[in-house]
């Protein structure tokens, strides 16, 4: 049988990385096929290419054996491809019709718009395949789960043979996930071809005919999820020897610093982050919070530094309740940050290496409100001397710096601050392997120092290398901890993967 | 075809920067020079004219600094307002609240009312703050919605501007007016007026308040921590937080000074010029003041220097007018036109032409 | 009786008058109201009125024909709107400044040229202006009649506009890929809309009506030109589009709302009273910021309003 889509050896490179390398993929019509892998593993770089989002520098693209010239989104939606991205592209104040037919050429554009036909048709469309959408409805007040069967709808009428869905279960509830799973076997049994990008093992399980795990940008095995176990997947997904090249001194941890307990967040769009999420971070030690991006991670630093309301439990530093404290309050209580996103949250690009230097400190610079500027800039060049910051000019406008030297500033000022606790989040994302080395460094020698640190990152790798304990985080939940002297990978992949990790038992070691 | 295509980065830095502001400058000064053309006036020496007039001589330079200070003052508030990210149009109305907050204070003054017999010393501080207050509880409502309730400031604040020119139209035609007069407040006591700088030259004190509040706003917003935080807030809300920053807090401090500031251009204006309060006296000097500002580029040095070119402009163009017939509309024109065209600067900036046929280096970039 | 018979008097004068002034304001409120669906602010319709008024009033001086006056307006709406769209979509800079000074810039422009145009020829200006057309029959309807149908033609016309705005909007593919470009410009360019296109047709309808609103208010009220024929009354119909939460029709209605206050100050100073006519003139300022002051919730904004698009 020739498959619907087949890619062969598709090569993409982006400034630095080989983001796929040399890549084969193949989806049949009446199957759901899931495409597996971490982080930057380089599925979604597949798929961009697939949907004619991005050009390839190598390898070809065939639909039913022929190949396709592929040149922009425009070709792919010709070709029956179609994708539905993790941000919805909804209008949210127009009716499911509206957004349905957006965009499509009818006639004149002062024509009167004929808005019953098509609407019919959807209504078609969504019982044919059990998608139950009112085309009347305004997609604001739908639920999420409905919102996503809309997007459907929009590659359905559109005559779309493949569906590509990124991370579609990601914005779902548990039963939202289960009935979008019902549809995506509906639109297979009725001939469609699936794709659903995922990294949630149960879900491929569940749903999945077959699986393709990519690792850093290659395919690593193309399997039938029937004869194979999520044991196995785990493994090929994060089954590489990691090289454990931080140099980490065994030290016992010290007394409780940081206590969480029971903590419950909301997300932005209103949906529970976190769970009831109970950590404890000791002195002395580096507790290393693995995961897969949007798990929760960034609503939990965000709770523990008071950028964001927890709804319920208590957050304890030694024997002080911070539950209700304010950012400013937090930090000079001793609890410090390192964002994820240091161009925008850790950093104001139009201001000074100086200025940014003295963020969140500005009190302590301030001598009858007046800021102490020089005190400031001497403080900032002592930073750049001590962490390697470079150009070494502390007027030098924030923005300009690279990704590592920006690092190394917040990483600086917040080691400055002499905190009891350090929250890191992603603090090697994006950086070069020179900055990674000394960012690690620096958070080592602040274990030595005493310091509890939370090492919030996705990088198992990271992880490994630095924590004492590795706790996993998986849908706002604690999916399991364990001490990195027995971490083994293949577990850790399970619970990022939303498996408990512990029923498949130690079969494969 | 795409006839611009977008720079890898913008031309940045002080040099492209002051290049791209004199460009605008003597770009509009053309478009200028051309419309004096139809009245028969050679550009160049009409604008000899139009500076020499307003900066050369004693008694003109006089009548710039008298025009430069409520602008200055007006500038202020908008570089306070619209550096912490508070997009504040309302600063016409608050130099009518402040007009209108001084002259119930100087009328008190008069033989016979409740401060009567006050000394300037006492009165002048007084005055300020009667406008300071009202001004910043005028543009602290606007502050207040947007800080409390997310309201859109922009729409608040120019519809505020029409309620104060509504109010002191009343005032001046109720309760503060002169009897059996045109709608206009009896004339403020002379103890009440800003004293001249010199004999014989029409600048007053009122210069000299504004350049004070130019070296507080500059030491508030440039020097002072609540001013790092102001800054921080309006280029990045997020790092302000971040940072521990009450982000609310700042926006509505900015509300109030920027009215503040904004209201004692109304007082300047009473106290120096007007001597009495006039329907529709503000005469949008409010607006031209968050020109400057931006010619300034928001920077409290840069306003005084906008500020005061812009009060020369218009004092040159009056006696031009009065001379030369020529209409002094001429003026506001370049004064806005040279901010219009920096403000498609910062597009050139970004983008470069694309002529046909020319390749350039980064055409491989795709997207 | 007689009592009775004031009261008539003076309700017909009124809401004559109510529909007479809101006429202008409303296109113009129209117009703007593309321009906002399109995610554009035009803060600059003031001054594009103003440029409509004045060219309105010299092209039907000097040629004599109203008609022509009007069209003249609108021809001056266009060139603005291309300056404005080219500020506001393609260099992408701050909506509200540009608009602002634009306004600046126009008050300028109007004065000089009206200077020009005088040439100072000693000129008692003749008055330029429609007259009244009362519709057959139906202006003979008692009470209704001489309020609705007793106007100029450009009244009418506005009703029309006013009914083909809503058509557009709401019932034409033109409508909807517009109103999208405003809400999501993200979500319209994935579906393959040409956002900086939908923009400029946004502003450029905006000024267009702008500047017939300019040359209504020259040609229907006034007769003439004056610096001051404009005054605020784009900042009004600003009010308007957000009054009237972004629908045509709703704009109507709240044009007319914006028109009964300033009828009313002016029917009222016959009539004598304790209010202070500001307060009544003020009203609708009032109850404007009430309604942007975020306390009664955000109201139907398109959701990128001000928002520049860019894809990267």
């Known amino acids: 049988?020739?498959?619907?889509?087949?890619?062969?050896?598709?090569?993409?490179?982006?400034?630095?990385?080989?983001?796929?390398?040399?890549?084969?993929?193949?989806?049949?019509?009446g199957e759901i096929h899931a495409l597996l892998g971490e982080n930057g593993a380089g599925k979604s770089t597949l798929m961009q290419i697939v949907y004619g989002l991005y050009g390839r520098d190598a390898g070809e693209i065939l639909i039913e054996g022929r190949p396709l010239d592929l040149r922009s989104t425009r070709d792919a939606i010709a070709a029956g491809i179609g994708m539905i991205h993790q941000e919805f592209m909804l209008v949210r104040r127009f009716s499911a019709t509206e957004n349905v037919v957006l965009g499509l050429k009818a006639g004149g554009a002062l024509k009167p718009l004929d808005l019953e036909g098509p609407a019919r048709e959807i209504a078609e469309l969504s019982r044919r395949y059990g998608l139950q959408v009112d085309p009347a409805a305004r997609i604001?007040?739908?639920?999420?789960?409905?919102?996503?069967?809309?997007?459907?709808?929009?590659?359905?009428?559109?005559?779309?043979?493949?569906?590509?869905?990124?991370?579609?279960?990601?914005?779902?509830?548990?039963?939202?996930?289960?009935?979008?799973?019902?549809?995506?076997?509906?639109?297979?049994?009725?001939?469609?071809?699936?794709?659903?990008v995922t990294h949630k093992l149960h879900e491929i399980m569940a749903a999945a005919d077959r699986v393709t795990i990519m690792r850093d940008g290659r395919v690593v095995g193309s399997v039938k999820t029937a004869e194979s176990s999520e044991a196995e997947l785990a493994r090929l997904m994060v089954g590489r020897e990691v090289a454990l090249t931080a140099r980490r001194s065994t030290r016992p941890a010290g007394p409780s610093v940081l206590r969480v307990e029971g903590l419950t967040v909301m997300s932005d769009q209103g949906r529970s982050a976190l769970e009831g999420l109970s950590l404890d971070l000791r002195e002395g030690e580096i507790l290393g919070l693995a995961g897969v991006d949007g798990n929760g991670q960034s609503e939990l630093a965000q709770a523990l530094t008071g950028l964001r309301t927890a709804s319920g439990g208590r957050v304890l530093l030694g024997e002080r309740d911070l539950t209700r404290a304010s950012p400013a309050e937090r930090r000079s209580a001793g609890v410090a940050y390192v964002p994820a996103d240091r161009r925008h949250v850790g950093s104001v690009g139009a201001l000074s290496i100086a200025e940014n230097a003295i963020l969140g400190d500005q009190r302590a610079y301030a001598r009858f409100g007046l800021l102490d500027r020089k005190r400031g800039r001497s403080f900032a060049a002592g930073l750049m001397e001590r962490f390697d910051i470079r150009p070494r000019k502390p007027d030098y406008p924030a923005g300009k710096l690279s990704g590592g030297n920006l690092q190394k500033v917040q990483l600086g000022r917040a080691i400055a601050s002499d905190p009891r606790a350090l929250i890191v989040e992603q603090p090697t994302r994006g950086l070069d392997v020179g900055a990674i080395e000394a960012v690690w460094a620096e958070l080592l020698r602040l274990r030595e120092a005493g310091k509890a640190i939370l090492l919030i990152s996705a990088e198992l790798e990271e992880i490994l290398n630095l924590s004492d304990r590795i706790a996993v985080i998986y849908e706002g939940r604690i999916m399991g901890e364990l001490p990195a002297a027995q971490a083994d990978l293949r577990r850790i992949g399970l619970m990022m993967a939303g498996s408990h990790g512990e029923e498949d038992g130690h079969a494969d070691l | 075809m795409r006839i611009f295509e977008r720079r890898a980065a913008p031309a940045e830095g002080a040099a492209a920067a002051a290049l791209s502001t004199a460009l605008a400058i003597l770009a509009a000064l053309a478009v200028g020079g051309l419309l004096f053309l139809p009245f028969g006036a050679d550009p160049f020496s009409a604008y000899a004219a139009l500076f020499?007039?307003?900066?050369?001589?004693?008694?003109?330079?006089?009548?710039?600094?008298?025009?430069?200070?409520?602008?200055?003052?007006?500038?202020?508030?908008?570089?306070?307002?619209?550096?912490?990210?508070?997009?504040?149009?309302?600063?016409?109305?608050?130099?009518?609240?402040?007009?209108?907050?001084?002259?119930?204070?100087?009328?008190?003054?008069?033989?016979?009312?409740?401060?009567?017999?006050?000394?300037?010393?006492?009165?002048?501080?007084?005055?300020?703050?009667?406008?300071?207050?009202?001004g910043g509880i005028w543009s602290g409502i606007v502050g207040l919605f947007k800080s409390r309730f997310g309201g859109n400031e922009v729409i608040t604040s120019l519809m505020m501007n029409y309620v104060a020119l509504l109010l002191v139209q009343y005032l001046v035609s109720g309760p503060l007016r002169e009897p059996g007069g045109l709608p206009q407040s009896p004339r403020l006591p002379r103890e009440t007026w800003l004293p001249q700088l010199f004999d014989g030259m029409r600048a007053n004190a009122g210069i000299l308040i504004a350049l004070a509040a130019a070296l507080v706003v500059w030491a508030l917003l440039l020097r002072s921590r609540i001013g790092y935080e102001m800054v921080v807030t309006g280029l990045n809300p997020k790092a302000a937080r971040f940072g521990g920053v009450e982000v609310g807090r700042r926006q509505f401090m900015a509300a109030c000074l920027a009215g503040g500031l904004a209201a004692m251009a109304g007082m300047v204006e009473v106290l120096g010029l007007h001597h009495r309060l006039i329907d529709g006296m503000s005469g949008g000097v409010g607006f031209v003041g968050m020109v400057a500002a931006l010619l300034g580029k928001l920077h409290p040095l840069g306003v005084v220097i906008a500020s005061t070119l812009y009060a020369g402009m218009t004092v040159g163009a009056d006696a031009m007018q009065r001379q030369a017939g020529l209409p002094s509309s001429i003026v506001f024109m370049i004064q806005s036109l040279i901010v219009l065209f920096i403000l498609a600067g910062e597009f050139f900036r970004r983008y470069r032409l694309r002529l046909p046929g020319r390749r350039t280096a980064s055409a491989g970039e795709g997207v | 009786m007689d009592v009775d018979f004031a009261l008539t008097a003076f309700l017909t004068g009124w809401l004559a008058a109510t529909v007479r002034l809101a006429g202008p304001l409303l296109l113009a409120a129209l117009g703007e109201l593309f321009a906002e669906r399109a995610g554009v602010l035009n803060i600059g319709i003031e001054g594009v009125m103003l440029l409509g008024a004045l060219v309105a009033w010299w092209a039907a001086w000097s040629t004599g024909s109203l008609w022509l006056g009007m069209l003249g307006g609108m021809a001056a709406g266009l060139t603005a709107g291309g300056f404005l769209g080219f500020m506001y979509v393609t260099a992408q800079a701050s909506q509200v400044v540009v608009g602002v000074i634009f306004n600046i810039f126009a008050l300028g422009l109007a004065s000089y040229a009206y200077r020009l145009i005088l040439g100072g020829a000693s000129g008692a200006q003749t008055a330029v202006m429609f007259s009244v057309l009362p519709i057959p029959l139906l202006s003979e309807i008692p009470f209704l009649g001489p309020i609705l149908f007793r106007h100029t033609p450009l009244v009418y016309l506005t009703a029309l506009v006013a009914a083909g705005a809503w058509f557009v909007l709401r019932r034409t593919s033109f409508g909807l890929n517009l109103r999208a470009v405003g809400e999501n410009p993200r979500a319209a360019d994935t579906a393959g809309l040409d956002v900086t296109a939908y923009r400029y047709a946004g502003v450029l309808i905006s000024c267009v009506a702008a500047g017939a609103a300019g040359a209504y208010l020259v040609l229907a009220q006034v007769g003439q030109f004056r610096e001051t024929v404009v005054s605020g009354q784009g900042f009004i119909a600003l009010a308007i589009v957000i009054f009237g939460r972004w629908d045509p029709l709703r704009a109507a209605i709240a044009a007319l709302i914006f028109g009964a206050a300033d009828a009313l100050q002016l029917t009222l100073q016959i009539f004598t009273s304790g209010v202070p006519p500001q307060l009544l003139l003020a009203l609708p300022y009032l109850v404007t910021i009430l309604a942007m002051s975020g306390l009664i919730g955000k109201a139907d904004q398109p959701e990128s309003l001000m928002v520049p698009y860019s894809r990267e």
């Open chain 1, 140 to 196: 604001e007040h739908l639920p999420v789960g409905t919102q996503q069967r809309v997007e459907i709808l929009k590659l359905l009428y559109r005559k779309a043979k493949l569906l590509i869905l990124d991370e579609p279960t990601a914005v779902l509830t548990p039963g939202e996930a289960e009935a979008l799973l019902k549809v995506l076997r509906t639109l297979a049994d009725q001939g469609h071809a699936v794709v659903i």
């Open chain 2, 52 to 134: 020499g007039e307003s900066f050369l001589t004693w008694r003109g330079f006089g009548f710039t600094l008298l025009k430069a200070a409520p602008l200055i003052l007006i500038g202020l508030g908008t570089v306070v307002a619209w550096r912490t990210g508070f997009g504040f149009l309302g600063f016409e109305g608050c130099v009518m609240i402040g007009a209108a907050a001084a002259t119930w204070v100087a009328l008190m003054v008069r033989e016979g009312q409740i401060l009567a017999g006050l000394p300037f010393a006492a009165f002048l501080p007084l005055a300020i703050l009667a406008s300071l207050i009202a």
């Open chain 1, 1 to 29: 049988m020739t498959p619907f889509l087949s890619a062969r050896g598709i090569v993409k490179r982006f400034p630095g990385v080989l983001a796929n390398d040399h890549v084969d993929f193949d989806v049949n019509a």
